[in-house]
T-cell receptor, first 116, second 112 residues
Framework: NAGVMQNPRHLVRRRGQEARLRCSPMKGHSHVYWYRQLPEEGLKFMVY????????ESGMPKERFSAEFPKEGPSILRIQQVVRGDSAAYFC??????????????FGPGTRLTVT | AQTVTQSQPEMSVQEAETVTLSCTYD???????LFWYKQPPSRQMILVIRQEAYKQQNATENRFSVNFQKAAKSFSLKISDSQLGDAAMYFCANNAGNMLTFGGGTRLMVKP
């Protein structure tokens, strides 16, 4: 059973470009979470999605950031017009049930975004 | 809102010795879980141990155990017989809501 897949692993963008980060959850998992980790900090929640639904986006910046989890295909975190402050590691996690269960979240290897 | 605090930015332990990493949290939920994750230099997040808040018994996984003090909202991780491979960042986390809330991390160094 393959784990959570994220691609690309490393992404370099110039200021003003768009960044698209992809996450394929573990087989059988229908809940996806995105987190951001700034250098020397812990992970910060961004958004929680189920198939075709955004359940909780309380951690998402109001502008330039969006996320989706379509019926078919991976979840996408999209950052428009990137700025240097967006440079971070972005982690995706998945779970088979919602958070109010005993299942932990399984993390992907992360995408390191560097904005030049 | 949930908060998780790790007051030790760095810890050091001699190989084969025991070390304890501290974590305190704050939540208004009555039903929640606590986790310790390990993040080695590869940056992969690896679950070390999980504690369910309604269980009084402290969780144990091989050389890893926790001291869960619910009233004090404290959740420390004890690593026994430390090994060089234990060197990593360790994050405490709470999942009382729709998300995991992480502490700032403790960098553990293991001396040979």
């Amino acid at each position: 059973n393959a784990g959570v897949m994220q691609n690309p692993r490393h992404l370099v963008r110039r200021r003003g470009q768009e960044a698209r980060l992809r996450c394929s959850p573990m087989k059988g998992h229908s809940h996806v979470y995105w987190y951001r980790q700034l250098p020397e900090e812990g992970l910060k929640f961004m958004v929680y999605l189920q198939k075709e639904n955004i359940i909780d986006e309380s951690g998402m910046p109001k502008e330039r950031f969006s996320a989706e989890f379509p019926k078919e295909g991976p979840s996408i975190l999209r950052i428009q017009q990137v700025v240097r402050g967006d440079s971070a590691a972005y982690f995706c996690a998945s779970s088979p049930l919602g958070q109010r269960s005993s299942y932990e979240q399984y993390f992907g290897p992360g995408t390191r975004l560097t904005v030049t | 809102a949930q908060t998780v605090t790790q007051s030790q930015p760095e810890m050091s332990v001699q190989e084969a010795e025991t070390v304890t990493l501290s974590c305190t949290y704050d939540t208004s939920e009555s039903d929640y879980y606590l986790f310790w994750y390990k993040q080695p230099p590869s940056r992969q997040m690896i679950l070390v141990i999980r504690q369910e808040a309604y269980k009084q018994q402290n969780a144990t996984e091989n050389r890893f155990s926790v001291n869960f003090q619910k009233a004090a909202k404290s959740f420390s991780l004890k690593i026994s017989d430390s090994q060089l491979g234990d060197a990593a960042m360790y994050f405490c986390a709470n999942n009382a809501g729709n998300m995991l809330t992480f502490g700032g991390g403790t960098r553990l160094m293991v001396k040979p």
